[in-house]
Protein backbone atom coordinates (compact mmCIF):
# COMPACT_ATOMS: atom_id res chain seq x y z
CA UNK A 1 0.00 0.00 0.00
CA UNK A 2 0.87 3.64 -1.01
CA UNK A 3 1.11 6.61 1.75
CA UNK A 4 2.36 10.20 1.58
CA UNK A 5 3.42 12.44 4.38
CA UNK A 6 3.42 16.47 4.84
CA UNK A 7 5.38 17.72 7.17
CA UNK A 8 4.29 20.74 8.04
CA UNK A 9 0.12 21.40 8.16
CA UNK A 10 0.91 25.46 7.98
CA UNK A 11 3.63 27.16 6.25
CA UNK A 12 4.81 30.88 6.39
CA UNK A 13 7.48 32.68 4.56
CA UNK A 14 7.84 36.34 3.61
CA UNK A 15 6.85 37.41 -0.28
CA UNK A 16 10.55 37.02 -1.95
CA UNK A 17 11.80 34.17 0.55
CA UNK A 18 12.31 30.29 -0.26
CA UNK A 19 9.53 28.24 -0.39
CA UNK A 20 9.83 24.16 0.55
CA UNK A 21 6.94 22.18 1.43
CA UNK A 22 7.89 18.94 2.04
CA UNK A 23 6.34 15.59 0.89
CA UNK A 24 7.61 12.02 1.58
CA UNK A 25 5.81 8.80 0.32
CA UNK A 26 6.33 5.12 1.19
CA UNK A 27 5.83 3.01 -1.61
CA UNK A 28 6.60 -1.27 -2.39
CA UNK A 29 6.71 -0.23 -6.36
CA UNK A 30 7.49 2.73 -8.31
CA UNK A 31 5.81 5.79 -7.48
CA UNK A 32 4.03 8.45 -9.76
CA UNK A 33 4.25 11.47 -7.49
CA UNK A 34 2.61 14.75 -8.34
CA UNK A 35 1.78 17.99 -6.64
CA UNK A 36 -1.39 19.85 -6.95
CA UNK A 37 -2.58 23.65 -5.50
CA UNK A 38 -6.11 24.79 -4.19
CA UNK A 39 -6.43 28.27 -4.13
CA UNK A 40 -9.61 29.63 -2.41
CA UNK A 41 -12.66 28.75 -4.03
CA UNK A 42 -11.32 26.98 -6.81
CA UNK A 43 -10.55 23.12 -7.60
CA UNK A 44 -6.97 20.99 -7.21
CA UNK A 45 -4.63 22.41 -9.81
CA UNK A 46 -1.81 19.98 -11.06
CA UNK A 47 1.00 22.11 -10.60
CA UNK A 48 3.69 19.07 -12.02
CA UNK A 49 3.91 15.63 -11.68
CA UNK A 50 6.93 12.80 -11.77
CA UNK A 51 6.40 9.64 -13.68
CA UNK A 52 9.82 8.29 -14.79
CA UNK A 53 12.87 9.62 -16.46
CA UNK A 54 14.38 12.85 -15.23
CA UNK A 55 13.96 13.06 -11.28
CA UNK A 56 13.95 17.26 -11.32
CA UNK A 57 10.99 18.41 -12.39
CA UNK A 58 9.38 21.97 -13.21
CA UNK A 59 6.18 22.66 -13.36
CA UNK A 60 3.88 25.95 -13.59
CA UNK A 61 4.17 29.24 -11.31
CA UNK A 62 7.96 28.98 -10.94
CA UNK A 63 7.95 25.58 -8.73
CA UNK A 64 9.77 22.23 -9.27
CA UNK A 65 10.19 18.98 -7.35
CA UNK A 66 12.96 16.70 -7.02
CA UNK A 67 12.22 12.87 -6.51
CA UNK A 68 14.60 11.40 -4.33
CA UNK A 69 14.54 7.77 -4.04
CA UNK A 70 17.14 7.29 -1.71
CA UNK A 71 14.88 9.37 0.96
CA UNK A 72 11.79 8.59 -0.85
CA UNK A 73 11.23 12.50 -1.22
CA UNK A 74 9.31 14.45 -3.43
CA UNK A 75 9.84 17.89 -2.22
CA UNK A 76 8.21 21.21 -3.79
CA UNK A 77 10.11 24.61 -3.80
CA UNK A 78 10.04 27.90 -5.23
CA UNK A 79 13.00 30.02 -5.18
CA UNK A 80 10.89 33.09 -4.65
CA UNK A 81 8.01 33.31 -3.31
CA UNK A 82 5.10 35.36 -4.56
CA UNK A 83 1.90 36.73 -2.85
CA UNK A 84 -0.21 34.59 -5.21
CA UNK A 85 1.18 31.77 -3.73
CA UNK A 86 -0.43 31.33 -0.98
CA UNK A 87 -2.75 28.49 -1.21
CA UNK A 88 -3.11 24.76 0.38
CA UNK A 89 -0.75 22.04 -1.34
CA UNK A 90 -1.59 18.34 -2.07
CA UNK A 91 1.34 15.49 -2.32
CA UNK A 92 -0.33 12.53 -3.80
CA UNK A 93 0.80 9.13 -4.72
CA UNK A 94 0.14 6.32 -7.39
CA UNK A 95 1.86 3.57 -9.10
CA UNK A 96 1.63 1.27 -12.28
CA UNK A 97 -0.97 -0.97 -10.75
CA UNK A 98 -3.98 1.53 -9.15
CA UNK A 99 -4.99 4.85 -10.63
CA UNK A 100 -6.18 5.93 -7.39
CA UNK A 101 -4.31 8.79 -6.15
CA UNK A 102 -3.38 8.71 -2.61
CA UNK A 103 -3.21 11.57 -0.74
CA UNK A 104 -1.30 13.83 2.26
CA UNK A 105 -2.77 16.03 4.64
CA UNK A 106 -2.16 19.36 2.44
CA UNK A 107 0.43 21.98 3.63
CA UNK A 108 -1.22 25.45 3.78
CA UNK A 109 0.60 28.19 2.40
CA UNK A 110 1.18 32.06 3.61
CA UNK A 111 2.72 34.84 2.71
CA UNK A 112 3.53 37.84 4.14
CA UNK A 113 4.61 41.30 2.69
CA UNK B 1 -12.32 23.46 -23.11
CA UNK B 2 -15.02 23.28 -20.07
CA UNK B 3 -13.13 22.04 -16.75
CA UNK B 4 -14.76 19.63 -14.53
CA UNK B 5 -17.72 21.16 -13.07
CA UNK B 6 -19.62 20.13 -9.92
CA UNK B 7 -22.88 20.99 -8.32
CA UNK B 8 -24.36 22.25 -6.01
CA UNK B 9 -20.89 24.05 -4.93
CA UNK B 10 -22.56 23.93 -1.36
CA UNK B 11 -25.43 21.95 0.50
CA UNK B 12 -26.57 22.01 3.87
CA UNK B 13 -28.95 19.32 5.13
CA UNK B 14 -30.06 17.92 8.39
CA UNK B 15 -29.00 14.36 9.57
CA UNK B 16 -31.38 11.82 7.76
CA UNK B 17 -31.91 13.64 4.94
CA UNK B 18 -30.92 12.80 1.40
CA UNK B 19 -28.56 14.87 -0.82
CA UNK B 20 -27.14 14.17 -4.48
CA UNK B 21 -24.02 15.89 -5.69
CA UNK B 22 -23.29 15.78 -9.25
CA UNK B 23 -20.37 15.90 -11.39
CA UNK B 24 -19.86 17.04 -15.23
CA UNK B 25 -16.22 15.39 -16.62
CA UNK B 26 -14.49 17.09 -18.98
CA UNK B 27 -16.13 15.92 -22.72
CA UNK B 28 -14.34 12.86 -23.81
CA UNK B 29 -13.03 12.03 -20.53
CA UNK B 30 -13.95 8.28 -19.72
CA UNK B 31 -12.08 8.04 -16.09
CA UNK B 32 -14.72 9.78 -13.57
CA UNK B 33 -13.19 9.84 -9.72
CA UNK B 34 -15.02 10.70 -6.79
CA UNK B 35 -12.68 11.60 -3.20
CA UNK B 36 -13.82 13.13 -0.20
CA UNK B 37 -12.13 15.35 2.16
CA UNK B 38 -13.34 15.71 5.77
CA UNK B 39 -12.15 18.48 7.55
CA UNK B 40 -8.59 17.94 8.58
CA UNK B 41 -7.57 14.88 7.20
CA UNK B 42 -6.25 14.34 3.55
CA UNK B 43 -8.52 13.98 0.55
CA UNK B 44 -9.52 10.26 0.20
CA UNK B 45 -10.57 8.14 -3.23
CA UNK B 46 -13.91 6.79 -3.33
CA UNK B 47 -14.83 5.27 -6.50
CA UNK B 48 -13.62 5.49 -10.34
CA UNK B 49 -16.27 5.14 -12.91
CA UNK B 50 -14.65 3.95 -16.77
CA UNK B 51 -17.56 4.56 -18.68
CA UNK B 52 -20.87 3.71 -16.79
CA UNK B 53 -19.17 0.79 -15.31
CA UNK B 54 -17.58 0.98 -11.66
CA UNK B 55 -14.08 0.17 -11.85
CA UNK B 56 -13.18 0.30 -7.96
CA UNK B 57 -15.68 1.75 -5.75
CA UNK B 58 -12.84 0.23 -2.64
CA UNK B 59 -13.10 3.54 -1.07
CA UNK B 60 -16.78 3.85 -0.32
CA UNK B 61 -17.42 4.40 3.02
CA UNK B 62 -20.64 2.36 3.73
CA UNK B 63 -24.27 1.46 1.61
CA UNK B 64 -25.52 4.87 2.52
CA UNK B 65 -23.55 6.41 -0.27
CA UNK B 66 -24.25 5.51 -4.41
CA UNK B 67 -22.84 6.27 -7.27
CA UNK B 68 -23.86 6.26 -11.08
CA UNK B 69 -22.50 7.51 -14.06
CA UNK B 70 -25.37 7.51 -16.73
CA UNK B 71 -24.46 6.61 -20.23
CA UNK B 72 -20.75 6.99 -19.00
CA UNK B 73 -21.48 10.95 -18.98
CA UNK B 74 -22.24 12.88 -15.55
CA UNK B 75 -21.88 11.18 -12.11
CA UNK B 76 -24.30 11.61 -9.15
CA UNK B 77 -23.61 10.52 -5.60
CA UNK B 78 -25.93 10.10 -3.22
CA UNK B 79 -25.74 10.04 0.01
CA UNK B 80 -29.29 8.59 2.10
CA UNK B 81 -29.82 8.81 4.91
CA UNK B 82 -27.13 11.42 5.56
CA UNK B 83 -25.01 11.49 8.95
CA UNK B 84 -23.14 13.92 10.70
CA UNK B 85 -19.58 12.55 9.96
CA UNK B 86 -20.73 12.69 6.14
CA UNK B 87 -19.93 16.40 5.94
CA UNK B 88 -16.88 17.56 4.05
CA UNK B 89 -15.84 18.38 0.90
CA UNK B 90 -16.81 15.92 -2.40
CA UNK B 91 -14.30 16.16 -5.21
CA UNK B 92 -14.86 15.01 -8.68
CA UNK B 93 -11.75 14.42 -10.63
CA UNK B 94 -11.98 12.96 -14.56
CA UNK B 95 -8.98 12.05 -16.99
CA UNK B 96 -8.65 10.63 -20.50
CA UNK B 97 -7.05 7.63 -21.07
CA UNK B 98 -8.27 4.01 -19.24
CA UNK B 99 -5.16 2.36 -18.36
CA UNK B 100 -3.01 5.05 -17.82
CA UNK B 101 -1.87 5.23 -14.41
CA UNK B 102 0.10 8.09 -14.81
CA UNK B 103 -2.65 10.17 -16.78
CA UNK B 104 -3.36 13.42 -14.76
CA UNK B 105 -6.42 13.99 -13.29
CA UNK B 106 -8.15 17.19 -13.74
CA UNK B 107 -10.44 17.99 -10.71
CA UNK B 108 -13.46 19.98 -9.67
CA UNK B 109 -14.16 22.82 -7.60
CA UNK B 110 -16.27 20.40 -5.06
CA UNK B 111 -18.71 20.19 -3.28
CA UNK B 112 -19.00 21.46 0.47
CA UNK B 113 -21.96 19.13 1.86
CA UNK B 114 -22.60 19.87 5.96
CA UNK B 115 -24.82 17.13 7.92
CA UNK B 116 -26.35 18.86 10.73
Known amino acids: AQSVTQLGSHVSVSEGALVLLRCNYS??????LFWYVQYPNQGLQLLLK??????LVKGINGFEAEFKKSETSFHLTKPSAHMSDAAEYFC???????????FGTGTRLQVFP | EAGVTQFPSHSVIEKGQTVTLRCDPISGHDNLYWYRRVMGKEIKFLLHFVKESKQDESGMPNNRFLAERTGGTYSTLKVQPAELEDSGVYFCASSQESGSFEETQYFGPGTRLLVL
Open chain 1, 27 to 32: SSVPPY
Open chain 1, 50 to 55: YTTGAT
Open chain 1, 92 to 102: AVTTYNTDKLI
